[in-house]
């Protein structure tokens, strides 16, 4: 294939997506909390999109830890943690994630999804089953396929179907993973029959727990062995991604996993702003901040169990218009459609966080009821 071959088929591509309907491209927020402005339009609008669900990224502890950071150690880390990219604020976070996680240690990536890749590819080899459900995140769903295991996909938090694939595995290593909080939907993983069955089939659990603002709690003794695995990104307000658990099991990683061996260390800046994050979630103020997340959940949709709340529209179509709808009122909602949710599945997704006003959730409750999709 030439250049001029290849060209042609990115275009194809291109108009493809387009004439799909599904074309998508980044847009420019700015803001310091929910309430910002479009840059492309100018529209002051409440961002109901955010995964800051403790509203930790403008928290002046969080901020002033990276200020401190940056001007000790500079803007990067300059090298992979196994060369010379490691910095003693890594060694703090890691500390500081096992234990706020119960776990004997804890192992630091550049992101959530790196987690993910590195944790499949360094524990399972050919053989392995992996046993996946259906509506886990990209990053898991990513990690499975390019490990060498066999991954076997059941449907969503049917533990039957589960048993019965660990049943029949024969001598097989099996690996189980879930979503403790499934990113699209807002349900929650039954943790506690994850670990029974794990348990009666001597497979690993492995829990990721990035949208888990809100629980479930987990409450995992040091000698289980269950791999949790977590994000910075979301709840502590920063960026980076973390594998808790049995030593045996982060020492391999650090020795296996590609997605940690060669990549650059995290920022210190990140890292220092994320230790601040992690303290404040443990004090009294982050029970403050669970306590006013959990309020505006219930304004919204009472008894709902996480903060991501979807508004089930079905058509692709449908969800745009809602979102325009609400787009036009000041409020951002982002429809989500195929390929990331399955066809006939469109929504909106409405994700809270601590510092949403009661004024601010209350009006996206009124004009959802206003709009026929409450």
Same mark, same amino acid.
């Given at each position: 294939?030439?250049?001029?071959?290849?060209?042609?088929?990115?275009?194809?591509e291109?108009?493809?997506?387009? !004439?799909?309907?599904?074309?998508?491209?980044?847009?420019?927020?700015?803001?310091s909390?929910?309430?910002?402005?479009?840059?492309?339009?100018?529209a002051?609008?409440?961002?109901?999109?955010?995964?800051?669900y403790?509203?930790?990224?403008?928290?002046?502890?969080?901020?002033?830890?990276?200020?401190?950071?940056?001007?000790?150690?500079?803007?990067?880390?300059g090298?992979a943690?196994?060369?010379?990219g490691s910095?003693?604020?890594?060694?703090e976070?890691?500390e500081?994630?096992?234990?706020?996680?119960?776990?004997?240690?804890?192992?630091?990536?550049?992101?959530?999804?790196?987690?993910?890749?590195?944790v499949?590819?360094?524990?399972?080899?050919?053989?392995?089953?992996?046993?996946?459900?259906?509506?886990?995140?990209?990053?898991?769903i990513?990690?499975?396929?390019l490990?060498?295991?066999?991954?076997?996909?059941f449907?969503?938090?049917?533990?039957?179907?589960l048993?019965?694939?660990?049943?029949e595995?024969?001598?097989?290593?099996?690996?189980?993973?879930?979503?403790?909080?499934?990113?699209?939907?807002?349900?929650i993983?039954?943790?506690?029959?994850?670990?029974?069955?794990?348990?009666?089939?001597?497979?690993?659990?492995?829990?990721?727990?990035?949208?888990a603002?809100?629980?479930?709690?987990?409450?995992?003794?040091?000698?289980? !062995?269950?791999?949790?695995?977590?994000?910075?990104s979301?709840?502590?307000?920063?960026?980076?991604?973390?594998?808790?658990?049995?030593?045996?099991f982060?020492?391999l990683?650090?020795?296996?996993?590609r997605?940690?061996?060669f990549?650059t260390?995290p920022?210190?800046?990140?890292?220092?702003?994320?230790?601040?994050?992690?303290g404040i979630?443990?004090?009294?103020?982050?029970?403050?901040?669970r306590?006013?997340?959990?309020?505006?959940?219930?304004?919204?949709?009472?008894?709902?169990?996480?903060?991501?709340?979807?508004?089930?529209?079905?058509?692709?179509?449908r969800?745009? !218009?809602?979102?325009?709808?609400?787009?036009?009122?000041?409020?951002?909602?982002?429809?989500?459609?195929?390929?990331?949710?399955?066809?006939?599945t469109?929504?909106?997704?409405?994700?809270l966080?601590?510092?949403?006003?009661t004024?601010h959730?209350?009006?996206?409750?009124?004009?959802l009821?206003?709009?026929?999709?409450?």
């Amino acid at each position: 294939m030439t250049l001029r071959e290849w060209s042609e088929w990115a275009q194809r591509e291109t108009d493809a997506i387009h !004439e799909s309907g599904r074309w998508r491209a980044p847009r420019s927020f700015d803001a310091s909390g929910p309430e910002g402005t479009l840059t492309e339009s100018g529209a002051s609008v409440i961002s109901f999109a955010s995964n800051d669900y403790l509203g930790l990224t403008q928290h002046p502890d969080v901020i002033n830890a990276a200020h401190t950071a940056l001007d000790r150690w500079g803007a990067g880390s300059g090298s992979a943690r196994l060369i010379v990219g490691s910095r003693p604020v890594h060694e703090e976070l890691e500390e500081a994630l096992a234990q706020w996680r119960n776990t004997e240690r804890a192992v630091l990536f550049p992101t959530g999804f790196a987690a993910n890749l590195g944790v499949f590819g360094a524990l399972a080899s050919k053989g392995t089953l992996i046993c996946s459900d259906e509506l886990n995140h990209a990053s898991i769903i990513d990690g499975t396929r390019l490990s060498p295991a066999d991954v076997s996909i059941f449907p969503h938090k049917d533990l039957s179907a589960l048993g019965k694939f660990l049943a029949e595995r024969g001598e097989r290593r099996a690996i189980v993973v879930s979503d403790t909080v499934f990113s699209m939907d807002g349900d929650i993983a039954d943790v506690d029959d994850l670990r029974a069955i794990c348990h009666e089939h001597s497979a690993l659990l492995v829990l990721d727990e990035a949208h888990a603002a809100l629980g479930p709690q987990i409450s995992a003794e040091r000698d289980d !062995e269950i791999i949790r695995v977590g994000t910075l990104s979301k709840a502590v307000g920063v960026v980076g991604g973390f594998v808790a658990g049995p030593r045996i099991f982060t020492d391999l990683l650090i020795n296996r996993a590609r997605s940690y061996i060669f990549t650059t260390a995290p920022s210190p800046a990140d890292t220092a702003a994320a230790v601040a994050s992690i303290g404040i979630i443990q004090s009294s103020e982050g029970d403050k901040l669970r306590a006013a997340l959990r309020r505006n959940i219930e304004i919204l949709r009472p008894g709902h169990p996480s903060p991501i709340i979807p508004i089930m529209c079905g058509t692709e179509s449908r969800a745009l !218009e809602a979102s325009a709808a609400l787009l036009k009122r000041g409020m951002l909602v982002p429809a989500i459609r195929p390929p990331t949710v399955a066809p006939g599945t469109s929504r909106l997704r409405v994700a809270l966080s601590a510092s949403h006003t009661t004024k601010h959730v209350e009006s996206l409750r009124d004009a959802l009821i206003e709009l026929g999709l409450s």
